[in-house]
């Protein structure tokens, strides 16, 4: 009964959020920035503790005013993740725009599948609506299942519409031998915090000048199948609009040493933050677990 409700209440928030025209949508993201910083203050500990630690160099009041922007880009965010319910394909399209899809199109053409690798970064929600009409090959993104069923299946359904497939990643392993051999963009974010069970097995990478477990299907798969890798860029223009760049990662992963290809998407990920920090999702535990297990 919880779930239904609850779904209710998702659905009317769409509605609401839907027929709002972009500038209104902004205007309502303000307030809702404030009340996640300044009155629910909504994982600030954890954002203000991942900062001082990531980024020792900025003192307290240039770390205020980048909780403020972060706050903020975590709002548009959602609350374009919501919009996006009720976009047109063209209104995405024009908003998340692919600078260069002819990176990957060698590859395509040949039947080639590639790997495409990416993070929490500025809007990572639009990415599986936009690729759809820029490139040209079937796009598999794979995504976490949310705990409302009902949720869960009318987001998959509507990220699907433009025929985009969105897998989970509890079926990764079938996802990549269902499609390996059809010329297939795989997409996967690799910045999520590692589960407890999976410490032994994830890759220890000093990331911001942190040890830092991260998952190690991306190179896993990559090795495996000896996917060419990209790292998926994408960078917030003006508010509401944003370029994807396909930047090469590897071209040839089976020649790496184990925990390489990681090493290499950690570095990109760090480089790619550290030029504008506000656009991560600080608000991660990304650091819960700062000791590596022994075996």
Known sequence: MIDIITALSFFIGIILIGVLPFPFLYVFSNLFRFFLHKVFRYR????????????????????????????????????????????????????????????????????????????HYANWEWGSLSASGQINAHVVA?????????????????????????ASIEHTADTFDDYIGKGTVFVMAADQRTSKKMLKNAYWINFFNQETPFLYGPEKYAKRYNLPTFYIDIQRVRRGYYEVKLSPLVMDPSKLKNGELTKLYAQKLEEVITRKPQDWLWSHRRWKFSTKPNN
């Open 142 to 166: 794979f995504y976490k299942k949310l705990n409302n069923s009902y949720i869960d299946r009318f987001v998959r359904s509507n990220r699907m519409k433009y025929g985009t497939t969105l």
């Open 44 to 119: 600030r500990s954890v954002i203000n503790d991942n900062l001082k630690k990531s980024l020792p160099h900025i003192d307290d009041k240039g770390r205020r005013h980048l909780v403020k922007l972060i706050y903020q880009n975590i709002s548009d965010v959602f609350l374009e993740g919501v919009k996006a319910f009720t976009m047109s394909h063209k209104q995405i399209i024009k908003r998340h725009k692919i600078l260069n899809p002819e990176a990957i199109e060698p590859y395509i053409k040949s039947g080639q599948s590639i790997l495409g690798v990416t993070a």
